[in-house]
């Protein structure tokens, strides 16, 4: 599940996402990953939230981009992806 664009290339409703979710719970998908190519918790959050519901594993993945132990990459550094972890982590 791309975030917000479910298995789709638009960004979709979160009802649409939800639906999406259910009905392949209802066909036998049991473990759902899911990501966001930014890493954008608030667009993962539907889709985590509604596989929770549904009583499914979200297998929740980081993109990841560079050399964590590069010193010239303040911004996606180690501390980064340790951060976006445990904030997947409090997601569920």
Do not use: W
């Amino acid at each position: 599940i791309r975030g917000a664009n479910a298995v789709g290339y638009t960004s979709y409703p979160d009802n649409v996402v939800r639906q999406f979710i259910q009905r392949a719970a209802a066909n036998g998908i049991d473990v759902f990953r899911v990501f966001d190519s930014l890493n954008s918790l608030d667009n993962m959050h539907v889709a985590i939230d509604e596989v929770r519901a549904q009583n499914k594993i979200a297998e929740v993945a980081l993109c990841y981009t560079g050399d964590i132990l590069d010193s010239n990459r303040p911004k996606y550094n180690l501390d980064y992806y340790v951060n976006m972890a445990k904030e997947l982590e409090k997601a569920g």
